[in-house]
C-alpha cells in the first residue's frame, strides 16, 4: 500500500514537473510558448483566463526531487522577487502582476510586452548613436530611480534586461526587467555567491562587496557604453575568471564614440563608489545630453525612443528581422554576454561571409582604412591636439606615397633594362 503511494506521488511530481503549451497554470494562466530562460526558470507568454489579456509566466526552476532545504530556498528566493518587484510601479519597468502556485511550485506572472532586448538589438546595429542611448539611459535610469528610492538594488543590469517594445501603441518605449536577483536594502547574501553578469559588474562587487544603488549605477553606465562602442568597458574575454579580476581592477577600455555622452558614463563607471552620481543624478545628466538642459524625465515618461529625423528607429521595430550576432572566439556568445539570436549572416556580413568593409580576399578596402585612420572621440581644439589626432593618417598617406614611388622606380627600372 505505501509502495504504490509512494508510485503514485512520484508520477503526480513528474506530471506537474512537464510544462508545455495549452497547460493551464494556477487554473488561470493558458500557456501558450516559451520566450526564453534564465538562471532562475523559464518563461512563458500565457493568456490569463480570467482578465482575457496576455501576461508573462516566469517558471521557477522546479523544486522536484530536490532536498527539502534547497526547494524551500527556491520557493523562498522566488517570493521574495514577487514581493521587491510588486513594490515598484512605473512606466519604464515591468510590473508584477501575481505570484501563482501550481503544483506546489511558485509562478511569478508579469506583464507582457512584445519586445527585443537591447542585446538582441545589438545583433543588428553593432553600434547605436549616442542620442539614442542617452534616450535609453533616461528612461532606464528614472525606474532605477523610484526602485532606488523604493528599496530595491537590481543587481543585473544588462543589455539583456533591456527590453524595447517592437509593436503596438508602445513601440519604442523601453523598460527594465528581471528583478530575479533583485535585493531590498539591507538584505544581505549568506551564500557568499556573486550574482549577476561579470562583463556588467560594478569593481567593488567583483572585488566581493554586496550589491549597492553605487553599482546598479555602474552597471547601467556599462550597459550604455556597450550600446554605444560596441563592447563592455572591460572588453571581452571567454576567460571569465581573467575578466572578473580585470574588472575588479576598474581597468576600462577609454571611450571613444560616446561624444557628448562621454563625462557622465565616466562619472557613473568611475572606480570609487562614493564618488558616483546617484541614479537620480545620472539620470538628469542623460536627460540632459537627450533631451536638453531643461528637461524634465516626469514629463518624458513613456515617451518612446527617437533617432534623429523624430522617428523610432530601424532598430526597433518588428519588421527588422533579428539577424546576425558578433560572437566571440570561443565563447559561444555575443558582444554582450548573452545567447546569440538565431541568424544566418551577419547583417554586417556580405552572403559570402566576408566584412562588407573588406574585400573578398580579406583586405580592408581604401574607404574603411581611412575610417580607421581618422581621429575619435572630442574634436582636437589645440594645434598640438589636432598634430596628434592625425598623426596617423599622415604617416599612413607618407608610407603609402613611399611604397607608390618605390613601385615606380622598379617599373622604371625593368622599361630601361
Not at 40 to 68: E, Y
Not at 92 to 108: K, Q
Amino acid at each position: 500500500m505505501a509502495s504504490t503511494t509512494l508510485v503514485k506521488v512520484a508520477e503526480q511530481e513528474r506530471a506537474a514537473s512537464v510544462v508545455g503549451p495549452d497547460q493551464l497554470v494556477a487554473g488561470r494562466y493558458r500557456l501558450v510558448s516559451k520566450l526564453g530562460g534564465g538562471g532562475m526558470g523559464a518563461v512563458w507568454l500565457a493568456h490569463d483566463t480570467l482578465l482575457d489579456r496576455d501576461v508573462a509566466v516566469k517558471q521557477v526552476t522546479s523544486t522536484v526531487g530536490l532536498p527539502t532545504e534547497a526547494a524551500e530556498e527556491i520557493r523562498r528566493r522566488t517570493l521574495r522577487e514577487g514581493r521587491i518587484a510588486a513594490r515598484l510601479t512605473h512606466e519604464h519597468a515591468i510590473s508584477m502582476y501575481d505570484v501563482a502556485l501550481h503544483s506546489g511550485e511558485p509562478w511569478l506572472v508579469m506583464e507582457h510586452l512584445p519586445s527585443r532586448s537591447l542585446a538582441q538589438v545589438m545583433n543588428i546595429a553593432d553600434t547605436l548613436p549616442p542620442l539614442e542611448v542617452a534616450q535609453i539611459g533616461t528612461h532606464i535610469a528614472d525606474a532605477l530611480a523610484a526602485a532606488h528610492a523604493a528599496g530595491i538594488v537590481h543587481r543585473d543590469i544588462k543589455p539583456g534586461n533591456i527590453l524595447v517594445a517592437e509593436r503596438g501603441r508602445e513601440l519604442g518605449t523601453v523598460k527594465i526587467s528581471d528583478f530575479g536577483i533583485a535585493r531590498a536594502k539591507g538584505d544581505h547574501d549568506r551564500s557568499g555567491v556573486i550574482t549577476g553578469t561579470p562583463a556588467f559588474f560594478a569593481p567593488e562587487v567583483a572585488r566581493g562587496s554586496d550589491p549597492t544603488e553605487a553599482s546598479d549605477v555602474f552597471s547601467l553606465g556599462a550597459t550604455l557604453y556597450t550600446a554605444i562602442e560596441g563592447q563592455p568597458p572591460f572588453g571581452i574575454d571567454p576567460d571569465s575568471i581573467a575578466l572578473l579580476h580585470r574588472v575588479a581592477r576598474a581597468e576600462i577600455i577609454p571611450p571613444t564614440r560616446t561624444g557628448p555622452l562621454t563625462d557622465v558614463l565616466l562619472a557613473m563607471l568611475e572606480p570609487d563608489p562614493a564618488r558616483r552620481p546617484t541614479m537620480e543624478q545620472a539620470r538628469d545628466r542623460l536627460a540632459a545630453v537627450a533631451f536638453g538642459p531643461d528637461a524634465d524625465p516626469a514629463l518624458l515618461r513613456g515617451r518612446p525612443i527617437l533617432s534623429a529625423d523624430g522617428t523610432v528607429p530601424v532598430w526597433a521595430r518588428r519588421a527588422t528581422t533579428l539577424v546576425g550576432s558578433r560572437r566571440t572566439a570561443g565563447t559561444g556568445g555575443t558582444l554582450t554576454g548573452l545567447p546569440a539570436a538565431p541568424h544566418s549572416a551577419p547583417r554586417s556580413m556580405s552572403p559570402r561571409g566576408v566584412p562588407r568593409s573588406m574585400s573578398p580576399r580579406g583586405v580592408p578596402r581604401p574607404a574603411e582604412l581611412l575610417h580607421r585612420l581618422r581621429p575619435t572621440g572630442p574634436p582636437p581644439r589645440t594645434t598640438q591636439e589636432k598634430i596628434v589626432a592625425f598623426a596617423p593618417m599622415a604617416m599612413a598617406i607618407m608610407v603609402a606615397v613611399l611604397v607608390l614611388a618605390l613601385i615606380v622606380a622598379l617599373i622604371i627600372a625593368v622599361v630601361v633594362s
